[in-house]
C-alpha cells in the first residue's frame, strides 16, 4: 500500500518521541541494586586507569642494573597507588629466580652492503633484541629460509655462519637453523596475530633456554655463546625479503652485548579486611610481569590497573558509607604470571585454605575497534563450577544494556564504544588454571580481551586500550567484589533467583541439544546415543545443583538464606525430572517414526564395572619452594598419557573430577556434558594408567 508522505513524517516523529520510552523498557535490573550500581558507575575512573598505563606500559624500557638490585619499577608503583589508596596489609613477596637472568645492554643490527645503514637498535626498542642473545659481533650474508621449520627449507642454501631471514619465530626454528645448520643468527619477522592490521609491530619473540621459574621455561639449553636473534617487523621483514628476490646480495652485521644477573621475582598483595564475621577471602589477581623482559600496557598491565581502581572504589565507598564492609576480606595480588600464584598458593597454605573464588584480569579495556576484539567472560571447568559464573554473566549482561539505554557507562577520557562481550567457556593461558589445578581447587572467572592485534608485540601501548572500557572492567570487577563479598548488598533472593533461572535455562537447552543429536543418530546407534544423552543431562544436573550449592554461606549474616537456596535447588531436581521425560518422548517419537522397537537401555557390563571403580588420589605432600624445579606443566595438564579419544584437556578434567566419591562412570558421564561423548573403554584405560603411574589408586564399591 502506497503511503502518504504526511503518514510518514507522522510515523517518524512518533518514532523519534517513543525511542526514549523504548530505551526505558529495557531492563537494568540484575543481582546487585541500581543505587549500588550508580554508585559504583560514579566513582570508577577509566582515565586513572589509564595513567596507569601510560606509567608503567607507555613504551618497553630497558632495565638498569640498579632496578634489578633493587625493586622493580612496577613492583613500587603498584605498592606506592595501592598505599594511597587506603589497601591495608600492602607488602612485597619475593624470591630467588632458580637461573640467572639474561640482560641485553646493545644490540644493534646493520646492513653493510648494498649499503650501510641501520636496520634497528635495541636502543630505540627493546623489543628488538631477541632474549638469551649472545654477545658478540658477526657479519654475514642474509639468506631467506622461508618458515625454517622444516629441512627444505635450507636445501641449497650457504647457511653456515651466515644470517637466517624468516617469518618463523627464533625459539621454534632455533634447533634448525642454528644448531644443525650453523647460522650465526636469526632476524625473524614473525608475529601472532595480523600481521596485515599493525605491518609495523615487533613480537616480543625470544631464543630458546632452559631458564625459568618451577619449570615454566624448559627448553634445549643454548650452544655456546655464538648465536644471537633479532626481532624486526612484518613491513621491515618484506622490505628485505623482497630486496633479496630481486637478486641483490646483502651483507649484514650484528652488534650485541649482554650478561647475566641473578635477580628476584616479586609480587605485591594488598587486602581489603572482612567485618570479622568470616575468615574467607576472594582474590583479585592480574600479573604484573610476564618475565622480566616483556612489557606491555594491554597485556597486562590494564589487568593491573583494573582490580587496582576497583579495590580504590571499594575502600571509598566504604569509607563513605555508601556500601557496607564485605563479610569476606578481598585480596588482590599482582604476580609474575602463572609461577607468582603458584609460589604464592604454596607459600601461604593456611591462607590459601580461606580463597573460597578468585577472579583473574588478564587483558582489558581494549580498545575493541582497534583490536577487532570484545572483552571474555571465560567460565570454569565443570569440575570448579561455581554460582561466580552466573553472577559474572548476570553483571556482564547488565553492562551490555547499560551501553544500549540512555545512559551508558562511559568515561570522559575514552569513547562511546557499546559494550562488546561474549561469555565463553573454559580456555587456559593465564593465572586462572593454577587455582583450578587438583592441589587447590578454587574456581575462579576469568576476564580477557582477545584477539588482541599487538598481543606480545612492541605495539601494546597505552593507545590500544580504551579508558570507557577500563572503566566498564573495573566496575565488573567490583560488582562482583560486592556480590561475593557477602556484605548487606549481596542480597541471596536477587543472586539466587538469577542463578537459579540460569541453570534452568542450561539445562533445558542441554535437554533440546540432545534431543537434537538424537535425531542426527544413525538407526544403528540410536538406543546408545539415547542413553548418552540420559547421562548427559543427568551429568548437568549434577553441575547445576553445585553451583547452586555454592550460594549456601554466601550471606553469612543471613541464617534464613540457606533455607531459600534449599528450595531452589529442588526447583531444578523438579526441572531435571522434566528434562529426563522430553527426552524419553522424543526419543519415543523418533523409534516410532523410524518404525524402530522402542529399548530403553539397561548398563552394560562395562558400565557396571566403571559404576563399581571409586578413583581416589594418591596422598601426597604438597609441592613447596624446597621441591626446587618443579614442572607446573605436568601439575597443570597432568602425567603425558596418550589414549585414543582422550585429548589432554579432557584427561586434564577425568582427573580433576576425582575426589574419592565419584564412580568412574560418573567421572565419564561428567566430561561427556562437558565435552561431547568420551569412549567408555578409552577413559577406563586412561585411569588405569593413571593408577599405574601412582596418581590415582582404583576402589571397589
Not at 90 to 99: C, F, M, N
Not at 268 to 293: K, M, N, Q, R, Y
Not at 444 to 451: A, E, G, K, L
Not at 628 to 635: M, N, Y
Request: glycine share 8%.
Amino acid at each position: 500500500m502506497k503511503r502518504s508522505p504526511f503518514f510518514v513524517l507522522i510515523l517518524m516523529v512518533f518514532l523519534v518521541l517513543a525511542a526514549p520510552s523504548i530505551h526505558a523498557q529495557m531492563s537494568t535490573e540484575t543481582i546487585l541494586d541500581m543505587n549500588v550500581l550508580q554508585s559504583l558507575i560514579d566513582e570508577t575512573s577509566g582515565a586513572l586507569q589509564m595513567h596507569t598505563l601510560m606509567e608503567l606500559g607507555g613504551y618497553p624500557r630497558d632495565r638498569q642494573a640498579d632496578e634489578y638490585a633493587d625493586t622493580y619499577y612496577e613492583t613500587q608503583y603498584i605498592v606506592d597507588r595501592a598505599t594511597q589508596y587506603g589497601y591495608s596489609n600492602v607488602r612485597v613477596e619475593r624470591w630467588q629466580a632458580s637461573e640467572t637472568l639474561w640482560d641485553g645492554e646493545v644490540g644493534e643490527l646493520w646492513m653493510i652492503e648494498p649499503e650501510k645503514r641501520l636496520v634497528i637498535s635495541y636502543r630505540d626498542i627493546t623489543t628488538a633484541l631477541a632474549p638469551n642473545s649472545s654477545s658478540g659481533e658477526w657479519t654475514g650474508q642474509l639468506i631467506f629460509i622461508n618458515d625454517g621449520n622444516k629441512d627444505s627449507d635450507y636445501e641449497g642454501k650457504d647457511i653456515e655462519g651466515n644470517f637466517v631471514l624468516t617469518s618463523g619465530s627464533p625459539r621454534r626454528m632455533y634447533n634448525l637453523a642454528v644448531k644443525k645448520y650453523k647460522a650465526a643468527g636469526i632476524i625473524s619477522y614473525s608475529v601472532i596475530n595480523n600481521p596485515f592490521e599493525i605491518p609495523d609491530k615487533i613480537a616480543w619473540n625470544s631464543l630458546p633456554t632452559n631458564r625459568g621459574f618451577f619449570g615454566m621455561d624448559q627448553q634445549d639449553t643454548l650452544p655456546p655463546p655464538e648465536a644471537f636473534g633479532f626481532n624486526i617487523s612484518p613491513r621491515m621483514g618484506d622490505v628485505l625479503r623482497r630486496q633479496l628476490s630481486g637478486g641483490q646480495n646483502m651483507v649484514m652485521k650484528a652488534i650485541v652485548r649482554a650478561t647475566e644477573r641473578d635477580v628476584d621475582n616479586e609480587l605485591v598483595t594488598a587486602l581489603i579486611p572482612g567485618d570479622g564475621t568470616s575468615d574467607e577471602e576472594i582474590v583479585f589477581t592480574a600479573h604484573l610481569f610476564e618475565g622480566i623482559h616483556k612489557q606491555g600496557a594491554c597485556d597486562n598491565v590494564s589487568g593491573c590497573a583494573s582490580i587496582l581502581e576497583a579495590g580504590r572504589v571499594l575502600i571509598k565507598l566504604i569509607d563513605e558509607g555508601k556500601i557496607s564492609r564485605p563479610s569476606r576480606s578481598l585480596r588482590f595480588l599482582w604476580i609474575p604470571e602463572i609461577s607468582g600464584t603458584f609460589l604464592y598458593l604454596i607459600r601461604f597454605p593456611e591462607e590459601t585454605k580461606k580463597m573460597i573464588a578468585a577472579i583473574n584480569l588478564d587483558m582489558v579495556g581494549e580498545d575493541v575497534h582497534k583490536n577487532l576484539n570484545c572483552l571474555r567472560l571465560y567460565q570454569n571447568l565443570k569440575s570448579r563450577v561455581h554460582c561466580i559464573d552466573d553472577i559474572g554473566t548476570a553483571l556482564f549482561e547488565w553492562m551490555g544494556w547499560m551501553s544500549q539505554g540512555d545512559r551508558p557507562v562511559t568515561d570522559p577520557m575514552g569513547t562511546q564504544t557499546p559494550f562488546y562481550y561474549d561469555i565463553m567457556p573454559y580456555s587456559s593461558g593465564s593465572d586462572h588454571i593454577v587455582f583450578q589445578m587438583q592441589e587447590f581447587k578454587i574456581p575462579i572467572s576469568f576476564f580477557n580481551n582477545w584477539p588482541d592485534m599487538a598481543y606480545h608485540t612492541s605495539r601494546d601501548r597505552p593507545d590500544m586500550a580504551d579508558a570507557t572500557q577500563l572503566k566498564r572492567s573495573a566496575i565488573l570487577t567490583a560488582g562482583m567484589a560486592i556480590a561475593l563479598g557477602g556484605g548487606e548488598e549481596a542480597d541471596i533472593v536477587r543472586i539466587g533467583s538469577t542463578c537459579l533461572g540460569r541453570s534452568l535455562g542450561r539445562l533445558h537447552q542441554k535437554s533440546a541439544d540432545e534431543l537434537g543429536v538424537l535425531t542426527s543418530s544413525h538407526d544403528s546407534v540410536l538406543v546408545q546415543r539415547y542413553r548418552d544423552a540420559r547421562y548427559i543431562i543427568q551429568a548437568q544436573t549434577g553441575f547445576e545443583r553445585r553451583s547452586l550449592e555454592s550460594l549456601y554461606g554466601l550471606t553469612p549474616k543471613e541464617s534464613s538464606a540457606d533455607g531459600y537456596v534449599t528450595k531452589l535447588i529442588k526447583e531444578l531436581d523438579n526441572a531435571d525430572a522434566t528434562a529426563l521425560r522430553t527426552l524419553d518422548a522424543g526419543y519415543r517419537s523418533l523409534c516410532a517414526r523410524r518404525n524402530i522397537r522402542y529399548v530403553s537401555p539397561s548398563r552394560s557390563n562395562l558400565e557396571k564395572e566403571l559404576a563399581r571403580l571409586i578413583p581416589a588420589d594418591v596422598p601426597k605432600d604438597p609441592p613447596t619452594e624446597e621441591d626446587g624445579e618443579i614442572d607446573l606443566w605436568a601439575l597443570f595438564m597432568g602425567p603425558r598419557i596418550r589414549v585414543e579419544g582422550i585429548d589432554r584437556f579432557q584427561g586434564m578434567e577425568l582427573r580433576y573430577f576425582v575426589d574419592g566419591k565419584r564412580s568412574l562412570l560418573d567421572i565419564r558421564n561428567a566430561v561427556s556434558a562437558e565435552f561431547g561423548p568420551v569412549p567408555m573403554e578409552a577413559m577406563k584405560a586412561y585411569f588405569e594408567q593413571l593408577e599405574e603411574k601412582g596418581y590415582v589408586t582404583l576402589k571397589k564399591k
